[in-house]
T-cell receptor, first 115, second 112 residues
Framework: DTGVSQNPRHKITKRGQNVTFRCDPI?????LYWYRQTLGQGPEFLTY????????KSRLLSDRFSAERPKGSFSTLEIQRTEQGDSAMYLC?????????????FGSGTRLTVV | AQSVTQLDSQVPVFEEAPVELRCNYS??????LFWYVQYPNQGLQLLLK??????LVESINGFEAEFNKSQTSFHLRKPSVHISDTAEYFC??????????FGTGTSLTVIP
């Protein structure tokens, strides 16, 4: 696998339900990032991990959002008690070390629709 | 903090014509600058980046961007566009830290 994999590609859920998305980064990348992209906007940073440590989570949109990367490999993003405003594309990216030298490699995203 | 402004939300251009997608940034510290491209139903792909050195950077598919510190700009240009260049283009800025700030994107449509 040469890319960042995200599953599922699409998720439709009813308001109030919990959803979980998975991201598998490029295997040698130690940093993993989550972004949210709403229609007509650029990606908005949510949180990131270095290995299994979550180094920044203050940008998570509310306490309904949480992310984990338990073994420093794949990561999950969970949204509890979903709201219609959570409908968006959720993007995962990974990088080796400091992002500036390499840029990110993004996955294709998970599109969430809350009905 | 940093921010990015992409001045044009949509840019239609005829095939083989030149194009410029504008990007201005704001930052109180030195920054790194990036352009990403997003094709329909795909993730973002790095197009080119400026870290330091030569202010003119090029991509492998004919795009180039010039970092202008005095004008705080990083405009993307291509002298002759192709149908396959139709996509959403995002400018991003990063300070020596770990997150990007993205612009709102410019939708480039190449008209046959």
């Amino acid at each position: 696998d040469t890319g960042v994999s995200q599953n599922p590609r699409h998720k439709i859920t009813k308001r109030g339900q919990n959803v979980t998305f998975r991201c598998d980064p490029i295997s040698e990348h130690n940093r993993l990032y989550w972004y949210r992209q709403t229609l007509g906007q650029g990606p908005e940073f949510l949180t990131y991990f270095q290995n299994e440590a979550q180094l920044e989570k203050s940008r998570l949109l509310s306490d309904r959002f949480s992310a984990e990367r338990p073994k420093g490999s794949f990561s999950t993003l969970e949204i509890q008690r979903t709201e219609q405003g959570d409908s968006a594309m959720y993007l995962c990216a990974s990088s080796v070390g400091g992002l500036a030298n390499y840029g990110y490699t993004f996955g294709s995203g998970t599109r969430l629709t809350v009905v | 903090a940093q921010s990015v402004t992409q001045l044009d939300s949509q840019v239609p251009v005829f095939e083989e014509a030149p194009v410029e997608l504008r990007c201005n940034y704001s930052s109180s510290v030195s920054v790194y600058l990036f352009w990403y491209v997003q094709y329909p139903n795909q993730g973002l792909q790095l197009l080119l980046k400026y870290l330091s050195g030569s202010t003119l950077v090029e991509s492998i598919n004919g795009f180039e961007a010039e970092f202008n510190k005095s004008q705080t700009s990083f405009h993307l240009r291509k002298p002759s566009v192709h149908i396959s260049d139709t996509a959403e283009y995002f400018c991003a800025v990063s300070a020596p830290g770990n997150q990007f700030y993205f612009g709102t994107g410019t939708s480039l449509t190449v008209i046959p």
